[in-house]
């Protein structure tokens, strides 16, 4: 499956942006971000919730100019489902960015952490039935299967890119099928 031949581009992709009616774009693109980030809790002892959600909706606006971010018309047949991706996408790397600076500020003191690590044989079940659940999910798409496997061991889309020898693009078109496939999987 080639997941590359509509992709906007170019002088197309700027005389598109340039006929879209940003007025009525901007305004809904920057609720979008605000009601996706209200969302998480912690986020508003530490952070100005709205300021940072306009920075996403801003940030979206500014990588579909530059075409830093690819637009497959396919998959995203209008301009503000495209953007609502890229803020999806960067509220997802920020989140992730600040887990992994709070786990990086954990104590050194090896007995604490050692007490902390202990293993739950009931949470090892639960997730072991739940990995076999989302396998027979996505058994019948292979590419998803083991884009799965690669997330699940902790790569990044570079890293399974070059894992699978596949290109990048079509990594994350396969991410985002793994999570529409998953979507509907209650995880709690």
Known sequence: MN???????????LDRLNQ?????????????SLNKLQRFDFLHNL????????????EAIRLAWEQERKWNIDYYPDLY???KG??????SNFLHLKETEITDALPENEEMLMSQITSDPEKDYIIKEMEEDIARILASDEEALSVF?????????????KELDMEVEIIYNIVKRVQRKLKKYDIN
């Open 20 to 32: 879209e009616n940003w007025s009525s774009i901007i305004p809904k693109l920057h609720y979008y």
């Open 3 to 13: 997941f590359n031949k509509n992709i906007l581009s170019g002088q197309a992709l």
């Open 47 to 58: 952070y100005d919730v709205k300021n940072l959600s306009a920075h996403f909706a801003d």
């Open 81 to 83: 489902s495209f953007l």
């Open 86 to 91: 890229i803020v999806d996408s960067l509220r």
């Open 149 to 161: 496997e690669c997330l699940k061991d902790g790569l990044k889309p570079r890293e399974i890119s």
